[in-house]
């Protein structure tokens, strides 16, 4: 094999590349059929599924990197447990999933693995993505019709507003879900607007409940906006679950089934 030889990038050439693809692709997201609101593994799938059905799907995730919590397993040991039928999911992405013959029903994987297949899944189904990027308040119109998300660079809310005055821009969508977790970003913003009651959060640990409290409630919690993951959890006040996420990944795309139905007026 021969040495390989770099091809010989100009600065400015970079520089006005980057600019010019990232400036051309935003204008596209300025309205979307679906903002999905956090980039864990519920939002992730949620919004892959939806692109994958043709969807105009847009992630916003705070952080600068996707993935939320599933990096790790808990406690950072890079195993993380799943319950079936779950396991299909991750497999059908080309994860490998360990049985566990002594616990009936769980999966073992490789959570940057898993996290890796699945932010791949979203890219190449077609959704885009803004990462560092805050949700700071909601687009209602009307009696309270929610049509969007009001966002800001994480930085500059970071910073705070008597450091760094950057005012917010509005993305208008039909649909937006709720996938931030424990915190709820979107149903709690609803709620500072007295449009939905005061989000509990999660309760004590009981994760068998919790997965399935989970399943139950996923779906519609207020005129276009659905909650799916662990948000469901926080919005209901069923218990946390800790490092277990099959319910986050059935969740996630049992919600893009909904909304889809509720796109297409099914």
């Not at 100009?10 to 903002?35: G, H």
Request: aromatic share 6%.
């Amino acid at each position: 094999m021969e040495r390989p030889k770099p091809a010989p990038l100009r600065e400015r050439d970079v520089t006005r590349q980057i600019a010019r693809e990232y400036y051309k692709e935003f204008d596209q997201l300025i309205e979307s059929d679906v903002i999905v609101v956090g980039a864990g593994p519920s939002g992730l799938l949620c919004a892959r599924d939806l692109a994958a059905m043709g969807f105009r799907t847009l992630i916003v995730e705070q952080s600068l990197a996707l993935g939320g919590g599933f990096w790790s397993g808990g406690y950072l040991m890079n195993k993380a447990s799943i319950c079936a039928p779950a396991h299909e999911i991750l497999e059908e992405f080309g994860v490998p999933c360990k049985q566990v013959k002594d616990c009936e029903g769980m999966y073992l994987v490789d959570p940057p693995h898993a996290t890796g297949a699945l932010i791949a899944a979203a890219y190449r189904a077609g959704a885009k993505i803004m990462n560092l990027t805050r949700v700071v308040d909601l687009i209602l119109r009307q009696d309270g019709v929610l049509e969007g998300v009001v966002v800001n660079n994480t930085t500059a809310e970071m910073a705070g507003h008597d450091v760094i005055h950057v005012d917010p821009i509005a993305l208008e969508s039909r649909v937006v879900v709720d996938a931030t977790g424990h915190d709820a970003v979107v149903v709690d913003l609803l709620h500072r607007r007295n449009l939905y009651e005061k989000v509990p959060g999660n309760g004590a640990m009981w994760v068998s409940r919790s997965e399935e409290a989970v399943m139950e409630r996923t779906g519609e919690v207020y005129p276009n906006c659905f909650v799916v993951g662990l948000a469901v959890a926080a919005v209901y006040g069923t218990p946390r679950m800790g490092p277990a996420f099959g319910s986050m990944l059935l969740s996630g795309r049992y919600g893009a089934e909904l909304i889809r139905k509720k796109l297409k007026q099914e």
